[in-house]
T-cell receptor, first 113, second 114 residues
Framework: GAGVSQSPSNKVTEKGKDVELRCDPI?????LYWYRQRLGQGLEFLIY????????KSGLPSDRFSAERTGESVSTLTIQRTQQEDSAVYLC???????????FGPGTRLTVL | AQSVTQLDSQVPVFEEAPVELRCNYSSSVSVYLFWYVQYPNQGLQLLLKYLSGSTLVESINGFEAEFNKSQTSFHLRKPSVHISDTAEYFCAVSDHYNTDKLIFGTGTRLQVFP
């Protein structure tokens, strides 16, 4: 994606474990979005950051999911006590203020066994 | 609430034939509309977008989409497809008066055969 990296690219974990996914945009992106794409489905919005605050968390599926962001930089998405239904590709998309287009990172493929 | 419907989950077509991938949306407010493409084993890429102005928008690789407000549609078309167009295509809408988060359709897999 344009100016964003995500790590790890692949993560395999056992059910019940916690995982942390990282999104690292280049500087200048005030907005940042997280989405997930489960197999055979479209992308689902998870959370939106404006700077380091999250005015829209409406897409987080449960309280096992949380996210943080440091200023206009790195964001981490944490999933606690992972379940098999959490298996998906997790994508982040940074954006500048008042931008009209989101460009997606390469994603993290999470597999929960 | 906004939603996007892509009625066709799969569209098989022969090379050099025309194709239309359908997208309908529902929204009570003005929206921006997007088509994203995901080639096999690659990330999601922006194909084209409608923000305002001309209702017909084009991509650099020959795709076009027309915003039809009365029919709440944003169908994607190409007059002659190539094998390399084989991919998953996602239509999305954003509420640009709010957070600009994207609401995606479930995707249409375009399979181009020789």
């Amino acid at each position: 994606g344009a100016g964003v990296s995500q790590s790890p690219s692949n993560k395999v974990t056992e059910k019940g474990k916690d995982v942390e996914l990282r999104c690292d945009p280049i500087s200048g992106h005030t907005a940042l979005y997280w989405y997930r794409q489960r197999l055979g489905q479209g992308l689902e919005f998870l959370i939106y950051f404006q700077g380091n605050s999250a005015p829209d968390k409406s897409g987080l599926p449960s309280d096992r999911f949380s996210a943080e962001r440091t200023g206009e930089s790195v964001s981490t998405l944490t999933i606690q006590r992972t379940q098999q239904e959490d298996s998906a590709v997790y994508l982040c998309a940074p954006g500048r203020e008042n931008t009209d287009t989101q460009y997606f990172g390469p994603g993290t493929r999470l597999t929960v066994l | 609430a906004q939603s996007v419907t892509q009625l066709d989950s799969q569209v098989p077509v022969f090379e050099e034939a025309p194709v239309e991938l359908r997208c309908n949306y529902s929204s009570s407010v003005s929206v921006y509309l997007f088509w994203y493409v995901q080639y096999p084993n690659q990330g999601l890429q922006l194909l084209l977008k409608y923000l305002s102005g001309s209702t017909l928008v084009e991509s650099i690789n020959g795709f076009e989409a027309e915003f039809n407000k009365s029919q709440t549609s944003f169908h994607l078309r190409k007059p002659s497809v190539h094998i390399s167009d084989t991919a998953e295509y996602f239509c999305a809408v954003s509420d640009h008066y709010n957070t600009d988060k994207l609401i995606f359709g479930t995707g249409t897999r375009l399979q181009v055969f020789p």
